[in-house]
């Protein structure tokens, strides 16, 4: 007989009060995301206090690939994540275990190809990226040596989409606090004491990852008959049908960050050809970005399995009462953020550099970047409905309108229109979210979401046709 999956592991996002059971499943998302970008905020500000703008510089656009793949990871492991949390919804829990054996197969190749490439084209990224002379072997360094941790990135976000397709997001948190401090330790050593400068960095890193994935993999062998593991050749087999699934999921989300990131690559590059104090303040201020936004990523992750779950289980008012309530919860984080934006850019940049020239224009991005944080809010929010439904072409409509029209459209709009030189860049950026989030937003007052075909909806016809013959 056949081992099930015994859902032991996670919680049913189906039942209970709606807004308490989105918080508690996304708190641990959201410290767990922030646990993330602090470490990756610790590299920065060690760098930069002890190896200056170069090694700045140098880590940012090193770290271009290791940002680029990270999302690839993401997608492969959110469309695990939706697929689980469908299969969950209508208890298909052998099917589910199918599914988790397929996607991790499919991350480990996907990543094992990706660092070979990065490796083989290393030069040419650079060069595509004007990474500054100054700063070229401190960004060379650190991205051969990150790319190194690929399939370590892969292998945790794979285990952690698993997990919160089941309704477990407390772990991943116990996962990454793991690689915070083995990452905070060991740049210490390695920049401070050993001096390695980005190449340290790199270093503390990758080990890092090596570090939540090591205990991601201890937690689901321990708990395999919960979550449906085993630690034997036959089990990562690829199962076409989930392998149909999980691709047909993926590759919409691969194209959308993927050609976010081209176009923020393509900004960067731009950026940085105006020398090193445009290109530290772009770096020093996507960081900060970046982790303001984790509050509101935390919660639209939440939100997407909550969709998935209860739209799975035929409660389509629950799953719009979730989106809504994601979307208010992201509104007041985008006020908190703005007003920190606006009234202590500078302190804010301190943490970072002690540059003076880079914080004075950082007050500059800063300020541009409110509009940032209120249009992301609104588009994730919304966005998460889409996910959580499986709407894959629209998906993939969205990643075009993101990241092709919007981000660089808007950029040369500014740049050649308006003449605001390097700041034309920022303004394309905060603008590059404006058309999706209009998308978003129509698609759910539409009410079509409702009536979609899930993906668990083609294996139940499937099995009513054998038991029909």
């Keep these: 007989m056949e081992s099930t999956v015994k859902k032991k592991v996670g919680t049913d996002l189906t039942v209970g009060p709606i807004f308490k059971v989105l918080m508690i499943f996304a708190v641990p998302i959201i410290l767990t995301n ?8 610790v590299d920065l500000m060690i760098v ?10 140098g880590v940012s656009t090193g770290g271009e690939i290791s940002d680029f793949m990270t999302p690839l990871a993401t997608a492969f492991a959110m469309s695990g994540q939706v697929y689980i949390s469908q299969l969950m919804g209508v208890k298909e829990y052998e099917k589910a275990k199918r599914t988790i054996g397929t996607l991790f197969s499919v991350m480990l190749i996907a990543s094992c190809c990706f660092a070979v490439l990065t490796l083989i084209f290393c030069n040419q990224i650079l060069s595509l990226l004007n990474c500054p002379q100054e700063a070229w072997s401190q960004a060379r360094a650190y991205m051969i040596i990150t790319v190194i941790g690929m399939p370590f990135i892969f292998g945790y976000n794979g285990v952690c989409g698993v997990l919160r397709g089941m309704g477990e997001s407390k772990k991943p948190m116990l996962f990454i606090i793991v690689a915070a401090v083995v990452n905070v330790v060991f740049d210490l050593i ?14 503390a890193t990758v080990m890092s990852q090596f570090g939540s994935f090591l205990a991601a993999f201890i937690f689901m062998y321990r708990h395999k008959e919960e979550m449906g593991f085993e630690l034997k050749l036959s089990y990562f087999r690829i199962d076409k049908e989930a392998a149909e699934k999980i691709i047909i999921l993926a590759v919409p989300q691969m194209v959308r960050s993927t050609l976010v990131r081209f176009s923020m690559l393509w900004v960067n590059a731009n950026v940085n050809a105006y020398g090193l104090t445009a290109a530290a303040t772009n770096s020093v201020g996507n960081k900060i970005q970046k982790f303001m936004e984790v509050f509101m990523q935390g919660v639209e992750s939440a939100a997407a399995s909550m969709v998935g779950q209860n739209l799975g289980a035929k409660k389509p008012e629950r799953a719009k009462k979730s989106i809504l309530y994601t979307w208010g919860f992201c509104m007041v984080v985008a006020a908190i953020s703005s007003i920190m934006f606006v009234f202590i850019p500078k302190p804010l940049y301190r943490l970072f550099t002690s540059d003076n020239e880079v914080i004075e224009f950082g007050v500059i991005y800063l300020r541009i970047m409110v509009m940032t944080i209120f249009v992301n809010g609104t588009t994730g929010a919304f966005q998460s409905m889409v996910t959580g439904c499986g709407f894959v072409s629209l998906g993939f409509l969205l990643g075009i309108v ?5 981000r660089i459209g808007f950029s040369l709009l500014f740049l050649h229109v308006f003449h605001a030189g390097v700041e034309s860049f920022f303004w394309g950026t905060a603008f590059s979210r404006t058309l999706t989030g209009l998308v978003v937003v129509g698609y759910f007052l539409s009410g079509k979401w409702r ?3 899930l993906l668990t909806d083609t294996d139940n016809k499937k099995k009513l046709k054998v038991k029909r013959a």
Excluded: C, N, P, W
Aim: net charge positive; no cysteine; charged share 20%.
């Design 34 to 41: 922030l646990i993330q970008q602090l470490y990756s905020l």
């Design 48 to 57: 930069g206090k002890f190896v200056g703008s170069e090694g700045t510089v």
């Design 190 to 203: 390695f920049v401070i004491v050993f001096r390695m400068e980005a190449a340290g960095t790199a270093i």
């Design 402 to 406: 993101d990241g092709v029209i919007s």
């Design 451 to 453: 009536t979609r075909k």
